[in-house]
T-cell receptor, first 113, second 111 residues
């Protein structure tokens, strides 16, 4: 089954404790992206990747890192989480940056205390 | 950058029709998407318009006018399961063909 898989789905952590949210897609998509969704603000792009070893900042990249060492994986790293990073996070992928619709993972709800 | 506007909330009756409008401003338009999102779930793709006109897909249709920076999503024969948020998203040529989302329109279908 074609899918985008995120882990963990739910996480409660404390300020400053590094964490990684993994994202994997099995559709051989070139383009991958991370969004956060907050009430009243909608979906905002954090980082995106056009292909392996090619990543770039989205609209709200501060406090986040990403890597794209393999085509299928695009982890989101919070080196030192803060409470304002409490949010619902979605990973998404598409065939290319200009091709096809975005397929979304199920979301990861992160709470930073 | 982009500015995407859509109403915050709409209410309609089961069996009726609802039209959700979306206006946008962008410097390099490269397609408009509509997604459906149920509370706490992932957005799922509904429709895509890149040329002017109407795209019909079963009970859902989407219209685009590039000159007016305007799109609408039409939901016909509303069902209770259509209660969800509907997200308008615009792809812009600059910034890696980024997809920028509007705030979403929450549709409540009443019996």
């Amino acid at each position: 089954e074609a899918q985008v898989t995120q882990n963990p789905r739910y996480l409660i952590t404390v300020t400053g404790k590094k964490l990684t949210v993994t994202c994997s897609q099995n559709m051989n998509h070139e383009y991958m992206s991370w969004y956060r969704q907050d009430p009243g603000l909608g979906l905002r792009q954090i980082y995106y990747s056009m292909n392996v070893e090619v990543t770039d900042k989205g609209d709200v990249p501060e406090g986040y890192k990403v890597s794209r060492k393999e085509k299928r994986n695009f982890p989101l790293i919070l080196e030192s989480p803060s409470p304002n990073q409490t949010s619902l996070y979605f990973c998404a992928s598409s065939l290319g940056s200009n091709t096809g619709e975005l397929f979304f993972g199920e979301g990861s709800r992160l709470t930073v205390l | 950058g982009q500015n995407i506007d859509q109403p915050t909330e709409m209410t309609a009756t089961e069996g009726a029709i609802v039209q959700i409008n979306c206006t946008y401003q962008t410097s390099g338009f490269n397609g408009l998407f509509w997604y459906q999102q149920h509370a706490g779930e992932a957005p799922t793709f509904l429709s895509y318009n890149v040329l002017d006109g109407l795209e019909e897909k079963g009970r859902f249709s989407s219209f685009l006018s590039r000159s007016k920076g305007y799109s609408y999503l039409l939901l016909k024969e509303l069902q209770m399961k259509d209660s969800a948020s509907y997200l308008c998203a615009v792809r812009e040529k600059a910034a890696g063909n980024k997809l920028t989302f509007g705030g979403g329109t929450r549709v409540l279908v009443k019996p």
